[in-house]
Each structure stands twice: as C-alpha cells, then as structure tokens.
C-alpha cells in the first residue's frame, strides 16, 4: 500500500515538471548561490525542491531546497577538513536504510523517483551528506558527551515500551505554515525554556495552542507509550514530572509536551507497532463529516463513502509506526481501531484519519551497548545545531 503511495506522489510531481519543463530547461546549470568556494547551482536546487515534494516536506519547496543544500555544502566542507570519507558500504547502508521507510528497496525507491524526474545522485547526494555531517558531529563531540548509567536505565525503559507503559502528558501545539516554519520554532523554543509546572503550561496552551485540547489547557488522557513514534516517546519519558519537552517539529506545525505522570507495569512485553489507518480528503463541512463518521464504524465502510470520488481522496496505509509522519502519528495515538479524527487540513480539505488496526510485533530487547550509542546520538543531536551555526557565521555566502 505504501509503494501506491509513493507511485501517486511521484505521478503527480512528474506532471508538474513536464508543465514547467521549457522553464526549467533555462540556465539549470549556472550557479545559484556561492557557499565559500563550493557552488550550487540551479538544477542542483530544482532537483531537491523536486525531491522534497515527493517527500511532502512542509514549507515553500524551493525556499527549503536552497537552505538545506546550503547547509549541506557547510557540512561537506567540515567533513572534508576534518578528513572525513564516506566507505561505499557506509553509503549503500544509509541509501538502503532511508528507502525502507517506504517500504521499498533503494533500486525501487531510485525508480519511483525517476517517474519524477528526480536523477539518482539527488538521492544520492541527500544520504551522503546528512551521513557525512553524523560522523563530523561524532569526531567533534564524542569526547565531551557524558553518560551516566542512570542515562542508560532510563532509555531502556523508553526503548522497551511495554504494552501497560502509560504517560499522562499535556500538548501545546503552534501551527507552523508554510514560510513560517522558523518563526514557529522560535515561538516554542522560548516557551520550552521559559515554562515550569503544569498550571504555567497549561495557561500558555489556552493561549497559544491550536489543538482541540487548548481549552482544557492541553490536558491529554492517559496514552500508551507504545502509540507514540519511539523518538517522541523517549522525549517525553525522560522528562520530570511538570518539565516541557524541547519542541518537536511535524508537519505544519511545533508540539510541546509536559510530562503529568507515568504508569508502568513491569510484567509487560517489550513490542514494537505497525499500524494501519485510512486517510479520507473530505470537504471542510461539519455537517458532512458528521454524516460520513456516522455511517463509517471501521475502515472498510470509508471505501463506499469514496465511491465515484478521485482516487487519492482515500488511501489506506500500513506501516511501522516509526515511518508514520508525526502529525499523523500523534492523532492516531489517541485513536481505538474504527475511531477518526478530523484535527488535520491539507488543501482546503478536511484529513478524515481513521485507525484500521494495530499489530503489536515482539522484538529483542536491546542491549546496553546499543542503548548507550541510541543515548550518544540523541545528545550530539543537541549538540549538531550549535555547531551548523558556526559554521553559518563563519562562512562566505553570496549570489552570482
């Protein structure tokens, strides 16, 4: 389900391009802008622009293409000062990982792209760059991350996320549209360090959030942890009760979480999820929707509500919970198979998300060691911003 996914995403973008073709033709390989002494050049930020309509980044596709490859010459010039290489086998690993989000093999995923007009090297390109920036953060880093053991209990109990593992948190979510991405980010990283305590948190939610919960301050019910993508889950969990979460960007918007309580129960399996739901493009229309939700128990029922409509109105997808797209994933952990939300927007439509299922898949726990190097990463993830805006300042950048 998830390559008929892509498959139409890629239709769609390869008709795009053959309308702006005779545009796109013109000076595609004069640069477009100089970082240092390594240029990009216009084709380089059509193909990513390209590239990021297939993924459905948020935010002005060609805005976004030139500030990440702009980015990415910064971190391709650090990593080759600091005598850094990528082996072929470290490349094809990242290719391959990056493509089995799709579900896909990297020859598919390099095909469906093709459809596009998107060129092999643009993949290429993108996978090298973010695996040569890793090991730049690591050489300059790892020396200077402390990790205690108590560090290393506390991942465990994230990573294992047994069935009866609950978190009792509050959300206040800042839209983030498109060419506002940053000033929403600024928003919430000053409340991230500026709000303590629940009643503090919640005041701020009444006033800023967008999220149905705005009224009640924010305030979620109980949530199983194994619901929430692993990366959001750890973030939460390792809060202290009333502490807020760093931000965390999804699709259109920021999410700030306060961690309230936790349940466990130590008796519980350690599982991983796949989850299936239904996305429905409806009209924007209270009274419709309450009419399709009204007739519509489970996900089957959605297919004759869809019936003579577009195909991509209604699509079904299943998926390790980790390759959901955040904003998704949130909505769908609130939701009991057959329950929707109507939370989301895209397009002037309204985004029926219905949950199909949820198959819960038994997993080896992990060991210490690999915790220990999931627990690095996250903190030189903290740590690789700081040092991009170095080198930002640092740096010579101008137009042709």
Same mark, same amino acid.
């Not at 210490?368 to 030189?380: A, C, G, H, S």
């Given at each position: ?8 995403? &890629? ?16 000076? %595609? ?21 390209? @590239? +990021? ?12 293409? %030139? ?31 990056? #493509? ?17 007009? /998107?060129? =092999?090297?643009? @993949?290429?390109? !993108? ?13 300059? @880093? %790892?020396?200077?991350? =402390? ?10 109990? &994230? ?41 503090? !948190? ?9 999220? =149905?919960?705005?009224?009640?301050? $924010?305030? +979620? ?5 194994? *619901? ?13 009760? $009333? ?13 700030? !979480? ?13 599982? #991983? ?10 009209? *924007? ?6 009419? /399709?939700? #009204?007739?519509?128990?489970?996900? *089957? ?18 998926? &390790? ?18 329950? &929707? ?7 002037? @439509? ?6 199909? $299922? ?17 627990? /690095? ?18 740096? !010579?950048?101008?137009?042709?």
């Amino acid at each position: 389900m998830r390559v008929s996914v892509l498959k139409r995403q &890629a239709t769609a973008v390869a008709l795009a391009l053959a309308l702006a073709a005779p545009v796109l033709a013109q000076d %595609l390989f004069t640069p477009r802008l100089y970082v240092n002494d390594r240029v990009i050049t216009n084709y380089e930020v059509e193909q990513r622009a390209l @590239f +990021l309509r297939v993924l459905r980044a948020p935010g002005n596709p060609e805005e976004e293409a %030139l500030k990440a490859l702009t980015e990415d010459r910064l971190r391709q010039t650090e990593a080759e000062r600091l005598g850094l290489r990528l082996t072929e086998e470290e490349l094809t690993s990242g290719l391959t990982e990056f #493509a089995s989000r799709a579900n896909l093999t990297v020859e598919q995923f390099v095909e469906e792209l093709g459809k596009a007009g /998107i060129a =092999p090297e643009t @993949f290429r390109d !993108f996978v090298a760059a973010g695996l040569l920036w890793r090991q730049a953060v690591r050489a300059r @880093f %790892l020396g200077q991350v =402390p990790i205690s053991e108590n560090d290393i209990d506390r991942a465990l109990e &994230a990573s294992a996320r047994p069935r009866a593992l609950q978190v009792l948190a509050s959300e206040l979510v800042i839209p983030a549209p498109e060419g506002q991405e940053e000033a929403a980010m600024e928003q919430a990283q000053e409340l991230s360090d500026t709000l303590s305590g629940e009643a503090a !948190f919640a005041s701020a939610a009444r006033r800023y959030s967008a999220a =149905p919960t705005a009224g009640a301050g $924010g305030r +979620l019910d109980w949530l199983p942890l194994a *619901n929430l993508p692993a990366a959001i889950g750890q973030k939460i969990l390792a809060l202290d009760a $009333g502490e807020v979460s760093d931000p965390i960007a999804v699709p259109g918007a920021v999410v700030l !979480f306060l961690l309230r309580d936790v349940a466990m129960d130590t008796k519980a399996e350690p599982i #991983a999820v796949n989850v299936e739901w239904a996305e429905f493009l409806v009209p *924007n229309d209270a009274a419709a929707i309450a009419q /399709i939700l #009204a007739e519509s128990d489970e996900c *089957n029922d959605l297919y004759g509500q869809a019936s003579g409509l577009p195909e991509d109105r209604l699509t079904v997808t299943k998926s &390790a919970l980790e390759a959901v797209p955040g904003d998704v994933a949130l909505e769908l952990a609130r939701l009991d198979p057959g329950e &929707a939300s109507t939370a989301l927007t895209r397009g002037g @439509f309204r985004r029926l998300l219905m949950l199909c $299922g949820r198959e819960q898949v038994l997993e080896p726990a992990p060991t210490r060691d690999q915790i220990r190097e999931q627990v /690095i990463n996250q903190k030189l993830e903290g740590m690789a911003e700081g040092y991009l805006e170095e080198l930002r300042s640092a740096a !010579f950048i101008r137009e042709p």
